[in-house]
């Protein structure tokens, strides 16, 4: 599931992946998907603008992995894992992570927030880092209303790296 969304300055943008199961998830056919503008196709599904698939690797138990913009600034000590366009959105995008064509998380809801982000104003998906509460399930329905602080998320100022790439939870 999505742990962490960072939406920050320029191309410092990066997502969390969490697994919070108890056994290892083998991340070949795990997909992230990016909707520009939140934009759903005529068919109701997502049009993916970038799509990442990591082709190797596990995430054990309690771990987790941070997919950084291909552009993310160096010597911010992010952990990134992977480089990806994907990690390219501002706020006003749709990001889906599937596996096997099964939706297991999304951000956003399929539409284009006339605000430029879904949530308030204090906490929102625009210029913020939004990390997950422990215990929040992923959120499968991506066509449903989005609002951050009802699926578990909470804000922090966007330059906040601080534990992104640990998602430490009791």
């Not at 690797?57 to 987790?64: E, K, N, Q, V, Y």
Request: hydrophobic share 40%; glycine share 12%.
């Amino acid at each position: 599931m999505f742990s962490e969304y960072l939406e920050g300055e320029a191309n410092n943008k990066a997502l969390e992946l969490y697994n919070p199961t108890s056994s290892p998830i083998t991340l070949r056919g795990y997909t992230i998907q990016l909707s520009s503008n939140g934009v759903l196709a005529a068919d109701g599904g997502i049009t993916a603008t970038l799509t990442f698939q990591s082709d190797a690797g596990a995430l054990a138990p309690g771990a987790a992995i941070v997919v950084c913009n291909a552009s993310f600034a160096t010597g911010t000590g992010v952990p990134c894992a992977f480089f990806s366009g994907v990690a390219a959105f501002n706020g006003d995008d749709t990001i889906v992570l599937e596996s096997g064509g099964t939706v297991l998380d999304s951000i956003g809801d399929g539409t284009r927030p006339d605000s430029g982000y879904w949530g308030d104003a204090s906490n929102n998906t625009l210029n913020h880092d939004l990390r997950r509460a422990c215990g929040a399930a992923g959120r499968v329905d991506v066509f449903t209303p989005f609002d951050p602080a009802s699926a578990g998320w909470s804000a922090f100022v966007d330059t906040d790296f601080s534990d992104l790439g640990t998602h430490v939870c009791p």
